[in-house]
């Protein structure tokens, strides 16, 4: 009987690993293009970009030209590692950075901000599950 009932367990525990991948590759895929589309707007025009670092956004400690390169570069490179899985953490990792930045500078309020926090802790905590790069290389190398 408890033979049959660990099949049964296993069975279930991949099925729901399945499905944890699904759903951490849906949520990487949502945020990277959030932060993806964020970063095609800055180099759309970039004296415009600069400008708002200048005027709106209160980044701290940068000066604002810096920042601009900064946050556009990781807006528009690590969304692409995120969406990949690879270096699953340390992309999403940084992107949390980034919403406490515009969460405590730019936007103070934002209710959305938290929900990318939570998606992004998730995904730093888990990985990108079976649909990344990460889990190829730990299922080759590891």
């Not at 049959?4 to 944890?20: A, E, M, P, V, Y």
């Not at 991948?21 to 707007?41: C, D, N, V």
């Amino acid at each position: 009987m408890i033979k049959n009932l660990s099949i049964f367990l296993d069975k279930n525990t991949r099925t729901i690993t399945g499905l944890q991948s699904f759903a951490l590759l849906a949520a990487r895929l949502w945020i990277a293009k959030i932060f993806f589309m964020s970063g095609l707007t800055k180099i759309k025009s970039w004296p415009t970009t600069v400008s708002l670092f200048e005027q709106e956004y209160n980044v701290p400690l940068l000066p604002p030209e810096l920042a601009a390169y900064m946050s556009t570069t990781a807006e528009l490179s690590l969304p692409i590692f995120l969406a990949l899985g690879f270096i699953t953490p340390l992309a999403a990792i940084g992107l949390m950075g980034m919403t406490l930045v515009i969460e405590l500078f730019v936007y103070p309020g934002t209710a959305e901000h938290y929900y990318w926090l939570l998606l992004l802790g998730v995904i730093a905590t888990h990985g990108s599950g079976q649909f990344g790069i990460d889990y190829l290389i730990r299922r080759k190398y590891l």
